[in-house]
């Protein structure tokens, strides 16, 4: 790894200026997710538009960098997307961080920007914090699909 | 290892001992600053592990071949040579466990639930490892007893008035951290100890974090049972020692039932074997064990004293550097002269598992996270996690200048200063 490998502009470009770390008062639903043992805290919130898309989502809470980093990449990829397509994102991002996935071409098309995250799947100890959000984003559309209520939580 | 230069090695500047470790031979670039998570192992204690295999591999204690008694004397010279460094006293009283932990729940679940009753009071302080916590937990929820914390002065400094207020007439057992493995602030325990023995309660050491740095007399502390690991002191995983007085181990029930533990059996009774054996049901790690055996003569080959010189002159200026640096909070004490091994801090602004992660990009290896001791850090204002730093005799200065220049980089990544 080079020598800041993970920790390249593009990631603290989203540490130092984020896109999308606000409160969302007319969000749809919104589900914290909890790393115990890092103490990340996030909760993510989405606003579904009228033809079924996702309109909007945000973050909010504290944590490492990565976990930062990586719930503003997913919220700035969420938006346009259907929820199947959004969960299908989580799906490439886990099997990415879980080394199970490694082509550059599929990730970068079904990633984008979060495909830098890529080098996370040497760093074991550091998974749980770039799957935070992603993970919390598939409960949450998973709890939405089932009909469920607005404000959930998983924990990592 | 060949005669040590001890003038070189009183000079934190000069490392002689760095080459009888081959991990650190092997990765020169590297700066290992978590020796109060494992030390590294010097080559004799590698050389002992396999030469047991090679040259007396037997199951020790019921063999009557030769190379049975050769392996059953292996571990009892071990047992002789742990209590000698402990301070003396018989080698039945060292009973071989898996790890510290172990003991210590062996000291909770065991000694802890045959004596105490409800209404009975157990303490510790708020500093301890989660091996002397959580056991504690367990065993006073099961009896009614009520677990007590001492809590310390912020900077993790145990005064007098803190043991009067925690230590009172209902107190049974005290349990105890003599080195913090956060705050590497020292507990005085023979005053602990003093008070813990007036009230009449008995009084457990976890000496994780000082055996390796310093002398410890367990006896002489007024440890009544005493848990630390070989493995924090160059022996291998896997191997942790439970010392105890010989009335209080004999008087306590087995922990383990099985194989090697018994005098006689019969269908419906069985016999105990007299400490330690009592508390050692299966093989045990003899290979491990000799070579533990080996490494209480390497150190002792140096020398306690010495190796304790230099780790307070290393500990020492690694605090000195860290708290010379504007944007990090050094925690525990502010003299640096009475950090034990390790020093915890933060950098300002930047979650430690991102600061561990970029020290590592720059082959610096520190520990990051609650230290198994959240209770400690919600304690010390709700803090999540910290950095931490600690260092062994086979550390010099250049590790701790790789540190600090290792946090400039840190700071730079997260400041665009690139």
Redesign the interface.
Known sequence: MSASGLYNEVLMDHVSNPDNNHEMPDATCSHEGINPSCGDELTLHLRLGDDGRIADASWTGTGCAISQASADMATDLMVGKTPEEAREACALFERMVRGEERDPDVLEEGLDEASCLESISRMPARVKCAELAWRTLDEMLANEADGGSGASATEA | MATMDMTAFADIQKNPAKEDFPLLVGNPGLAFLDSAATAQRPAVVLDAQRRFYETMNANPLRGLYRLSVEATQAIEDARAHVAAHIGGGAGSQVVFTRNASESLNICAKDFGASVLRPGDEVVISIMEHHSNLIPWQQVCRATGAKLVYLRPEPDGTVTDESIERAIGPKTRIVSMTQVSNVLGVEVPIAKVAAHAHAVGATMIVDACQSVPHMHVDAKAMGADLMAFSAHKMGGPMGIGVLWGKPEILDAMPPFLTGGEMIDSVTETDAVWAPVPQKFEAGTQDAAGIYAFDAALAYLEGIGVDAIEARERALAARLCERLEAIPYVTVYGPAEPERHVGSVAFNVDG??P??VA??LD??DVAIRA??HCAQPLLTWMGGI??TCRASVAFYNDASDIDKLVEGLE?VWR??H?E?
């Open positions: 930047i979650h598992h991102d992660s970029l990009m720059q996270g609650h999540n996690a980089f990544t997260f665009h690139r």
